[in-house]
């Protein structure tokens, strides 16, 4: 059986991290970040930053933020306000990331309303979008390479955006589908140390 611990990430190199500091650090990730781009930001406040996680604990949160329902990043946020101070820590990175989007959302909708004729507002919104996707691939691929470890992990993501992007299957069904087999193949053999236990 593995040692529960070993499935706790240790805490951050210092101490406890305050419970302002959580509040501030996903406060400017919500002020500062544009849709699908927001991975980036959270990677690097996260991991590069603050070092509050590494690499792969990032990783294994991203995965569960994208497969709970809600966005990824307030997932993102709960799972890691989480793990720094538990429940209340949980909460006050929730509310640190959406605080600035609730409210700019109400600004920047009255704005647009009135403006949504403008060819320069349509313009800039395009390109806001095209800087989202442009960072969201750039983390893609930061992060990416790392889980490209076999063909087998290949094969999951081509079938993945197969039945997605060209099939229009519901993600819903992929990740019921998807999901159970991924688990099944990359389950732990009888025999085989698992991670984080003792040998």
């Known amino acids: 059986m593995s040692d529960p611990a070993a ?3 240790a805490p951050p190199p210092g101490g406890p991290v305050g419970l302002g500091e959580i509040f501030l650090t996903f406060l400017v990730i919500g002020a500062t ?11 690097n406040a996260l991991v ?3 070092g509050w996680l590494d690499e792969e604990r990032f990783l294994s949160a991203l995965e569960i933020a994208q497969a709970l329902p809600g966005l990824n990043a307030t997932n993102m946020a709960i799972i890691v306000g989480d793990r720094l101070r538990g429940i209340l820590g949980a909460i006050i ?51 990416g390479r790392k889980q490209l470890g076999s063909l087998i992990d290949v094969a999951i993501i081509l079938v993945t955006v197969g039945l ?21 193949i990359y389950r732990p053999r009888k025999g085989e140390a698992v991670e984080g236990e003792p040998t």
Do not use: C, E
Request: charged share 5%; no cysteine.
């Open 7 to 9: 499935a706790t990430p």
């Open 33 to 43: 970040s544009f849709g699908g781009g927001v991975v980036a930001y959270l990677r």
């Open 48 to 50: 590069l930053q603050k």
């Open 93 to 143: 990175a929730f509310l640190g990331i959406t605080l600035p989007g609730a409210t700019l959302i109400m600004v920047l909708g009255v704005a647009y309303a009135a403006n949504a004729d403008n060819p320069y507002v349509n313009a800039a919104l395009v390109g806001v979008g095209a800087a989202a996707v442009g960072m969201l691939a750039a983390v893609t691929l930061q992060i």
């Open 164 to 184: 997605v992007s060209f099939l229009h299957v519901s993600l819903v069904w992929v990740i019921l589908t998807v999901g159970p087999a991924a688990v099944l």
